[in-house]
């Protein structure tokens, strides 16, 4: 009987293991391998980045800052327009936040009398896009933004719409960042003002932007 009880009693514990046997198998199973082909880069891009923007840059006032050098143009300019064109290099700080440095030059040509006049610019830009719309797969692709800017201002021929001022402007812009990865494009339209001159103004540019 002592030889029975014992053979019953290892059946009975080696039944009571059993069911744990396959649950620390499975404790025990080793991690699964990570797929080569799986994509190891991000869908949208952030970081250091570079700009190009082209498009149309408007003056509301064209003032005569030397007279006797330019006699012709006493009663100033009137209106102005022409090509502007940028570089910007900057830096995401967030998905939403970005600060740059800009130089954009523009080619402006006022009344007869007033004749043309070219505009260079450099100084620092800053980005908040206050919106973003996701795309199907889940990535915010679409951007609207606003920024400011404001800098260094110098004008040639010397003397006819200023020498050096400081250029200030602002407004708002829409940004779609591409299945290209790196690439952006977008549109942004601003308002304008150089002080010394007190010269009111607009702008219309298009943009490429390449995040690295």
Known sequence: MSRLALRCGLMLAL???????????????PAPIEDPRAPKYRDVERG??????????????TPNQDPVRFPFATGGGGTAGG??????????????????????????????????????????????AFYGRKDRNGYERFFAYAHGRGGYLVSHPTGLFGDTDVLVG??????????????????????????????????????VRYTF
């Open 15 to 29: 039944a009571a293991l059993a069911p744990g046997g396959p649950a620390l198998a499975q404790d025990a199973a």
């Open 48 to 61: 250091p980045f570079i700009g190009f923007e082209a498009g149309w840059l408007g003056l509301l006032k």
């Open 83 to 128: 090509a502007v064109i940028g570089l910007h290099v900057g830096y995401d700080l967030t998905n939403r936040l970005a600060i740059a440095l800009f130089a954009e030059g523009a080619s402006q040509k006022a009344s007869a009398s007033y004749g043309a006049f070219d505009l260079l610019a450099g100084g620092l830009d800053l980005r908040f």
């Open 170 to 207: 602002g407004g708002l812009g829409a940004e779609y960042y591409t299945q290209l990865r790196h690439f952006s494009v977008g549109l942004q339209v601003d308002g304008l003002y150089v002080l010394s001159a007190k010269a009111p103004g607009f702008a219309v540019t298009p943009v």
